[in-house]
């Protein structure tokens, strides 16, 4: 939203600097987002007139002038046509700075091919006022010389204005006004309208068949006036805030929209079939060409206003490309209305049209100022365009809405705020922003809340504006005072969010999925059965029928409709609750974490790393990472069979002793269909065991001065000792200064399997000799063929 300093000061007094009208208005909520300055006369440049002039004796086109400022007569070097002896003229004097788009000019006393010239006269364009460069301005004969032109063409700043959703009384300069006159302590006032009487009756003018979205329709009709262009006072008011003059009514329109936020629409009554308007909406299929030139199709949920035959204008957003007021216009009918706010929304984001009257029927307008809209709209189209009024304002509507009353309690001002506000003081306030204040006491009031504050529902939103006109400034800063209620480890929510957080940075992406399930997503999970699936008493759809067992089901839909739409790269995890009806398999209610991945490891690569697949093992490797970030130490990976699985592609995991769930590649059966062919891997874990695991403590651990040391140990095991019994056998053992163990070889032959292990060796605050490694690994080697039956190679 523009505003024009020189406007707006039209309704309210300005007796501050920009600077501090700009800070107000910020500080009371509107919030000043830039601010530039037009037509500013350079200071220094003064009224000087003409006395004589002589040509250059070394130009044909310039001339040597002598001029008077009235303080002094300067010798001037002029190349303009019209330097003539008389002509009164700005002058810019020694020192006058110009501030260009190309840098700051500044006027020396110079010499102009050897002629000293101590000033300069200027034209139009060289004072910013116009674009006129043909020759001197000339100012009136009986201007007062050595007078700052400054004060003859004050110039005017633009400031553009955010205003919230919830404010549509900002949308306007009188709207804006109101507020800067309580800032500043001065009263604002409405321009006088005078409009002639006329009875003369329009029956038939105005019909409104959908009052639920037309809330009130004003109409009048103007005869007899003579399109044209603006007077210059109404186009520079227009391009100070932006807009581009057309003609004299449709500026006014504009004007009258601008300074009281109340859109109104001018129709040339020759074009409207039977002379006449209607509200209506719009009949399916039906069209309307807008004056964009967009042809739209309609649906009986767009408001329109139509004529006896087809619809004229899109109500509240913009009007048809044949109603428009022409230079052939000589009946005008003149539009104010109120429309239901949510609607014109609606057709407004649907049909992708939005314009200045859109912006505020959105917001929502003041039902009470469609009637002194018109009536100042049709005194300036008397004023500008001639004429005479032709009908009476024919008005209809459902009734006025009731206005909010809203209590307020002093006390309660006082407390919200933390200002010590005396209660004179807010009720001034109150009605300095033209709230009606009733039965004022000791302790409160009542304030109704005027029809053009559609935000004031509540005492809260009162205190609001005591708080911002009073000034927010005002508000003393007390110290937060936090109460411990428990210790953060008993946050429930906490180690959830902990697990997720950890699971994200492995690089997996987060699926969120109805709890609400079918029958066929529920029975996807060969651990249930129809009896042990929660089903809902009263199901809002036989599609979400059924509370989830596990999260397999939901899971395996997003996969494949990701693998249909060919996304077949995919790392993807869920966190939520299942439910199960029997208690022997699952607690009702249970946290279940479940993970999916398929695809190619790094397509973003080229040769042959662009072909690797994701495997089992690049699951069991996610699964590893996420129990360090965790601080779980105690897992292990057992093979195990489960229909939901390929037979021997799958691994239950189970955490100090406990199972927590089981992983591998999905059975044949469950991706039947898929248009993938790359395998898909699934993790199931209760997310309880992973979060019950013993954590241990985090601590920082730098990285050590000292050099490791490396030996390894290769043995001829039964084929039954997994990995995992080795490296719980080496936990047990401890032997001092290990630091890892890595399984670099293995390989089975007659039912006998090789395994070969590189042990480090590594002591924190010093270097280990080659004596105690060899001590330590000596001794490690003898318990393994001791304890474990190895075969030493």
């Not at 109104?264 to 909406?281: C, N, P, Q, T, W």
């Not at 049209?353 to 009470?368: F, H, T």
């Not at 009353?405 to 306030?429: H, K, Y």
């Not at 693998?563 to 609750?577: A, C, D, H």
Request: glycine share 8%.
């Amino acid at each position: 939203m523009n505003i024009s300093r020189n406007w707006l000061a039209k309704y309210v007094t300005i007796d501050c600097d920009l600077a501090t009208l700009c800070d107000k208005l910020t500080m009371a909520g509107i919030e000043v987002e830039a601010v530039e300055t037009a037509g500013t006369v350079p200071a220094g440049v003064v009224v000087g007139k003409i006395l004589t002039r002589a040509p250059h004796p070394d130009s044909d086109h310039m001339s040597v002038c002598t001029v008077d400022i009235g303080s002094s007569t300067l010798q001037i070097v002029c190349g303009a046509p019209n330097c003539d002896p008389g002509n009164v003229v700005p002058v810019a004097t020694i020192g006058t700075v110009f501030h260009t788009p190309e840098g700051d000019f500044k006027i020396k006393k110079s010499k102009l091919r050897g002629i000293e010239s101590q000033g300069m006269m200027c034209s139009e364009k060289e004072l910013g006022l116009s674009d006129n460069h043909d020759g001197l301005m000339l100012l009136a004969a009986d201007t007062e010389l050595g007078l700052p032109v400054e004060t003859l063409f004050p110039g005017d700043t633009r400031i553009e204005i955010e205003v919230t959703p919830n404010r549509p009384d900002w949308l306007s300069m009188w709207g804006v006004a109101r507020d800067v006159s309580c800032l500043l302590g001065t009263e604002a006032k409405l321009p006088e309208v005078k409009v002639p009487p006329c009875t003369i009756p329009a029956p038939g003018l105005v019909t409104v068949e959908a009052p639920d979205l037309c809330r009130r329709y004003t109409g009048r009709l103007i005869r007899n006036v003579k399109v044209g262009p603006s007077p210059e006072w109404l186009q520079k008011a227009l391009e100070s805030v932006g807009l581009r003059p057309i003609n004299n009514v449709v500026d006014v329109t504009n004007y009258v929209m601008m300074e009281l936020g109340q859109p109104l629409h001018a129709f040339d009554r020759s074009k409207l079939r039977e002379g006449r308007v209607v509200a209506r909406r719009a009949k399916s299929g039906e069209t309307i060409t807008t004056l964009d030139g967009k042809t739209l199709t309609l649906e009986p949920r767009h408001l329109v206003i139509a004529d006896a035959e087809k619809p004229m204008a899109l109500a509240g957003v913009m009007g048809g490309e044949f109603s428009g007021v022409t230079e052939a216009t000589t009946d005008v009918l003149l539009e104010s209305a109120v429309f239901f706010s949510s609607n014109i929304r609606a057709t407004s984001r649907e049909l992708g049209i939005s314009s200045d009257s859109s912006y505020r029927y959105e917001r929502g307008v003041d039902w009470d100022m469609a009637e002194f809209a018109s009536n100042r709209a049709a005194q300036l189209i008397l004023e500008t365009a001639g004429g005479e009024l032709g009908s009476e304002l024919v008005d209809v509507n459902a009734g006025r809405p009731e206005e909010k009353v809203i209590p307020c309690r002093f006390d309660r001002v006082r407390a919200l705020i933390g200002t010590q506000v005396s209660n004179e003081r807010i009720v001034e306030i109150f009605r300095a922003l033209h709230l009606k204040v009733d039965e004022v006491t000791d302790t409160g009031c009542t304030v109704t809340a005027p029809l053009f504050r559609l935000d004031l529902e509540r005492e809260a939103d009162l205190i609001e504006e005591v708080a911002r006109i009073d000034g927010l400034d005002k508000i003393p800063e007390i110290p937060v005072t936090g109460k411990l209620c428990a210790s953060i480890r008993e946050d429930a929510y906490l180690p959830l969010e902990t697990m997720r957080n950890k699971i994200i940075a492995t690089g997996f992406c987060e699926c969120l999925h109805y709890s609400t399930v079918n029958r066929e997503s529920a029975l996807s999970d060969s651990r249930f059965g129809e009896a042990d699936l929660i089903r809902l008493s009263n199901p809002i759809s036989l599609e979400l029928a059924i509370m989830r067992p596990s999260l397999l089901g939901e899971m395996l839909g997003t996969l494949e409709r990701n693998i249909s739409r060919r996304n077949l790269t995919q790392k993807l995890f869920e966190i939520g609750k299942a439910f199960c009806r029997n208690p022997e398999l699952f607690p009702e209610e249970r946290f279940e974490l479940c993970m999916a991945l398929t695809g190619l490891k790094h397509p973003e690569r080229y040769s042959d790393e662009q072909k690797l697949q994701y495997d089992f093992y690049d699951l069991k490797g996610a699964l590893e990472s996420i129990f360090e970030l965790m601080n779980i130490k105690r897992y292990r990976f057992v093979p195990a069979d489960d229909a939901r699985f390929r037979k021997g592609h799958a691994a239950e995991v189970q955490i100090e002793g406990k199972k927590a769930g089981m992983f591998g590649e999905l059975s044949r059966n469950l991706t039947k269909g898929w248009r993938t062919t790359y395998p898909v891997f699934v993790a199931q874990l209760d997310a309880a065991v992973l979060l019950g695991a013993d954590h241990g403590a985090g601590y920082y651990v730098p990285f050590s001065l000292f050099p490791a040391t490396s030996r390894d140990v290769a043995f001829v095991a039964p084929a039954g000792l997994t990995h995992a019994d080795v490296l719980e056998f080496i936990r047990r053992a401890k032997p001092a200064d290990l630091e890892s163990v890595r399984l670099f070889d293995i390989f089975e032959k007659d039912g006998r399997k090789s395994m070969a292990y590189q042990l480090t060796f590594r002591n924190g605050e010093r270097t280990l000799t080659d004596a105690e490694v060899n001590a330590r690994f000596e001794k490690l080697r003898e318990k393994l063929k001791n304890e474990l039956k190895v075969e030493l190679r």
